[in-house]
């Protein structure tokens, strides 16, 4: 049996179109806030956390939706599509009223509260595709290749957070910036909203949805023994044991996450108040992050082959908490960022890979395929139940105690997320390795 690496590369530009918003999304709306708008740094957090707020709630609902949808686009690419055009209209307002603001027009529209507004409505669309996108590729995967076909996907969202971190280092360069009392951002925001229009566009004319889910029902109906008695059906309840270790794996998710995002969403600030670094010196450190991912995925998904994913997901703990202590060294006693620190965040990424790539796997590995879109809602909901908490309490730490707190805490909730992944005992898998790329193709 074999990855169709075509298929999953094309389904996984849906998650390019995400990751680049995202990117931009953790990178710089917090400047807006607090540099345009001039809100603190715990307020800025509660913005910021908003959106993950809503995912709580809205992600496992249109995941459960979608599972149920059936339209001659299938059952994810009507809301991908829908999805993605009301995105990148109302991200397009955001930053005509951060200028407007900025530049002194006294009008309702151009205020604090109605980018409020704008970013708010931009997120519920987000929150609405945002299952049903990642939900395509287990539809379309047989269970034993979901996790090398995780790494593509996740590969595809690094290219997405590499295409926007160029575009913000070649267009915002220090120099560029330094000393302004504004930064004009709406070309960056207009060529992400191209970048997602494109990924959308090729979907549409490659992705034949309906008709890979139903090869993919198929093949899976050949293989019964891939859903152990021991996973959900559709309408059955977790037995007790899976449902220790869905309970534990979700609480590691929440938990690495509350370390990575608080890093993502403060960095720039951080660097800008103990370094004088700004946004072109912040994205170069994540695009070396998502290059770091980016060469690690495939061989870590020989690597998840070869010791299971629970194990890939401790290495990765393990090393991204090494990783962000490192980090708070080096930023507290160095007076600029380096060699060390570039190499310092290619091995975040790699830990993040590492993580990424095996964890929602596990997650839907203790469901029947008909559920995919349901245990794709709980993952995000655990992981946004941690990004809800971050920004908001590492930004007040930030603010009452000091800025070089970051660190410190994005490493003990990377330790944390290693002690209660310790605790999983299902949705592991993995298969006899073989030699060359046959390793990468096959499942035995």
């Excluded at 995202?22 to 345009?36: R, S």
């Excluded at 709406?186 to 004319?205: G, H, K, Q, T």
């Amino acid at each position: 049996m074999r990855l169709n690496y075509k298929n999953t590369f094309l389904v996984g530009l849906a998650f390019l179109g995400i990751c680049a918003f995202w990117q931009m999304y953790d990178n710089v709306i917090p400047l807006i806030l607090t540099n345009t708008f001039h809100l603190n740094e715990t307020l800025s957090g509660v913005i910021m956390a908003a959106d993950n707020i809503l995912a709580l709630f809205l992600l496992p609902l249109f995941g459960m939706i979608s599972d149920n949808t059936r339209s001659k686009l299938g059952k994810r690419m009507p809301y991908i599509l829908w999805g993605t055009i009301g995105s990148v209209i109302f991200l397009n307002f955001l930053p005509v009223i951060d200028n407007g603001f900025a530049a002194g027009i006294q009008s309702a529209f151009y205020s604090a509260g109605s980018f409020i507004i704008f970013l708010g409505v931009l997120l519920i669309i987000m929150s609405v595709w945002r299952s049903p996108a990642v939900a395509l590729m287990p539809d379309i995967t047989p269970k034993p290749l979901r996790s090398k076909g995780n790494a593509i996907i996740n590969l595809m969202g690094a290219a997405g957070g590499i295409l926007y971190l160029v575009c913000a280092a070649v267009m915002y360069p220090k120099k560029a910036t330094e000393g302004l009392d504004h930064v004009n951002y709406r070309p960056l925001f207009v060529v992400i909203s191209i970048i997602m229009v494109i990924a959308l566009i090729i979907m549409l004319f490659t992705v034949k949805e309906p008709k890979l889910s139903a090869e993919n029902d198929e093949i899976e109906k050949k293989h019964p023994e891939w859903d152990l008695t021991e996973h959900a059906g559709k309408g059955r309840k977790l037995p007790k044991p899976v449902l220790r270790s869905m309970i534990f794996l979700l609480l590691s998710i929440m938990l690495w996450y509350m370390s990575y995002n608080a890093v993502t969403t403060w960095f720039t600030t951080y660097i800008s108040n103990i370094m004088g670094e700004g946004i072109g010196g912040a994205s170069t450190c994540f695009m070396i992050a998502s290059g770091g991912a980016l060469i690690s995925y495939i061989p870590l998904g020989f690597l998840q082959s070869r010791i299971g994913r629970k194990k890939s997901i401790l290495f990765g703990t393990l090393l991204l908490a090494g990783s962000f202590g490192t980090c708070f060294f080096l930023t507290t006693m160095l007076g600029s960022i380096g060699v060390i620190t570039y190499i310092v965040f290619a091995l975040v990424g790699v830990a993040w890979a590492a993580i990424s790539i095996n964890s929602l796997p596990m997650v839907v590995e203790m469901c029947r395929g008909a559920d995919s879109g349901k245990f794709t809602g709980l993952y995000y909901t655990a992981s946004m139940t941690g990004q809800v908490l971050t920004p908001v309490l590492a930004g007040t730490l930030m603010r009452y105690v000091n800025y070089k707190v970051l660190f410190i805490y994005a490493t003990l909730f990377a330790f944390a997320s290693f002690v209660t992944m310790l605790q999983v005992k299902h949705g592991d898998i993995k298969g006899t390795v073989k030699a060359g790329l046959e390793a990468f193709e096959d499942y035995e």
